[in-house]
Antibody, heavy 124, light 108 residues
Framework: QVQLQESGPGLVKPSQTLSLTCTVS??????????WNWIRQPAGKGLEWIGR???????DYNPSLKSQVTISIDTSKNQFSLKLSSVTAADTATYYC????????????????WGQGTLVTVSS | EIVMTQSPATLSLSPGERATLSCRAS???????LSWYQQRPGQAPRLLIY???TRATGIPARFSGSGSGTDFTLTISSLQPEDFAVYYC?????????FGQGTKVEIK
């Protein structure tokens, strides 16, 4: 059974770059038709999709964050990563990684599974 | 961007009661691309329903989904103690992928 685990610094200073990694275990990140996603949730608030990467290295980003976001994949490490530049307090949130299944460009199974989430606080 | 609006924000019910949660999209969503998630306190969201009405693996039959176009519903037929949580709808139809703001089902 595939499991996802987020990792990275829990504290980032304003204007710096937030960097997180999602490690995939129990299966290969490059087998099957999957999108690998990042989603965030400020404390007490709802969910916001950040973006996703596919095995080809192609990406889709939320336009609201596109200027700040880079998502990449490292098949040799079975990981994918998120970089969010020029962070402010508004980027303080729990960050989740999650997988989507697709076939022929169409989602066949949405966000499942999810990582447990990692809290990132932006503060000096 | 497709805006997903959930109602009510909070639903106060007793165990054993029926819960009906609504989700409205700002434009039509293909029913194949509407999902529901459950989030318990301190946990990651969990996929409940996808394709409007298909239960994810391991999800009890008391959870059901319905709807089409812009209006979708999640029904919990008889609330169990573990069902008191926040529920989110989500669309995969158009980018950016979007979630509703959530409905909290609390114990009355």
């Amino acid at each position: 059974q595939v499991q996802l685990q987020e990792s990275g610094p829990g504290l980032v200073k304003p204007s710096q770059t937030l960097s997180l990694t999602c490690t995939v275990s129990g299966g290969s990140i490059s087998s099957g038709n999957y999108y690998w996603n990042w989603i965030r949730q400020p404390a007490g608030k709802g969910l916001e999709w950040i973006g996703r990467v596919y095995i080809s290295g192609g990406t889709d980003y939320n336009p609201s964050l596109k200027s700040q976001v880079t998502i990449s994949i490292d098949t040799s490490k079975n990981q994918f990563s998120l970089k969010l530049s020029s962070v402010t307090a508004a980027d303080t949130a729990t960050y989740y990684c999650a997988r989507e299944d697709y076939y022929d460009g169409t989602i066949t199974l949405p966000f499942d599974p999810w990582g447990q989430g990692t809290l990132v606080t932006v503060s000096s | 961007e497709i805006v997903m609006t959930q109602s009510p924000a909070t639903l106060s019910l007793s165990p054993g009661e029926r819960a009906t949660l609504s989700c409205r999209a700002s434009q039509s969503v293909n029913s194949n691309f509407l999902s529901w998630y459950q989030q318990r306190p301190g946990q990651a969201p969990r996929l409940l329903i996808y394709g409007t009405s298909t239960r994810a693996t391991g999800i009890p039959a008391r959870f059901s989904g319905s709807g089409s176009g812009t209006d979708f519903t999640l029904t919990i037929s008889s609330l169990q103690p573990e069902d008191f949580a926040v529920y989110y709808c989500q669309q995969d139809y158009n980018l950016p992928l979007t979630f509703g703001q959530g409905t909290k089902v609390e114990i009355k």
